[in-house]
């Protein structure tokens, strides 16, 4: 005779769906995919920085070095593809690893405030946590507005520079004549200062995610996270600063 027991568990594990999915249905797995999207995006930051200080380098052919640097971008594996087509594969990358960053990241924030089943009593001891912990979530959010601004503002043309002088591909032009806007520029070093503290975190608690924690590295770690959150953020708001004090014109 059949057990009842053995039927209802056979059904479980028929209904069970791949690995890969359940793994990302735990809270260990979702903590993983933040680690490696967090990961893929620090890189991205690190390279669009570089980029960007293309606006000290002398011109090219009387060029600006930013502009044929977006151009290059533009024509990636042409004529292998026709062009904007691998840009836009790694545009439609990086979309989707930011998307499962936030999406992993609010996801564990219903799991943990489930696990809460009651509210703390008294005042919020922070032993561990820092100020940068306590607001990834704010400073998430305002960075990622500002990205959809800068975006539709400066790359898209949406929200022109400046509607006489913005022109598709004019890199330098179109930089100079976003960040003579105070209101804008104000925008901007904000939204850096606050990726800074969202990427110290996000670099120091990368590594406990991925089970990379041990007292011995912890000093390794946290100058590294320093380190990198403060070269990133300065890497961004050094040309701003640029075109206020009219070093870049």
């Not at 039927?7 to 594990?13: F, P």
């Not at 179109?174 to 901007?188: G, K, L, M």
């Amino acid at each position: 005779m059949r057990d009842v027991g053995d039927e209802v568990t056979n059904t479980v594990e028929k209904k069970r769906a791949p690995f890969p999915i359940e793994f990302y249905r735990s809270a260990v797995g979702k903590k993983w995919i933040m680690a490696i999207t967090g990961l893929g995006i620090v890189g991205f930051a690190i390279a669009h920085m570089i980029g960007n200080l293309k606006m000290f380098l002398p011109p090219i052919d009387g060029e600006p070095d930013i502009d044929v640097y977006g151009h290059a971008l533009r024509e990636l594996f042409t004529p292998i593809l026709p062009e904007h087509i691998f840009l836009w594969i790694l545009r439609t990358g990086l979309i989707a690893m930011f998307a499962l960053h936030v999406l992993a990241a609010y996801q564990l924030t219903i799991i943990n405030r489930r696990a809460r089943q009651q509210g703390y009593e008294g005042p919020v001891s922070y032993v561990s946590a820092n100020y940068a912990s306590r607001t990834m979530r704010w400073s998430g959010t305002i960075f990622l507005a500002f990205l959809a601004f800068h975006l539709a503002d400066f790359t898209w043309g949406v929200q022109p520079a400046a509607p006489e002088t913005w022109e598709r591909g004019h890199v330098y032009a179109n930089f100079i004549a976003t960040f003579s806007r105070p209101p804008v520029t104000f925008f901007y070093i904000l939204a850096m200062v606050l990726l800074g503290i969202h990427l110290y975190h996000g670099i120091w608690s990368m590594f406990q995610s991925m089970g990379i924690n041990h007292p011995r590295f912890n000093t390794a770690r946290r100058y590294l996270a320093t380190g990198l959150s403060l070269l990133i953020s300065i890497g961004f708001i050094a040309p701003v600063l640029a075109v206020v004090f009219g070093v870049l014109e």
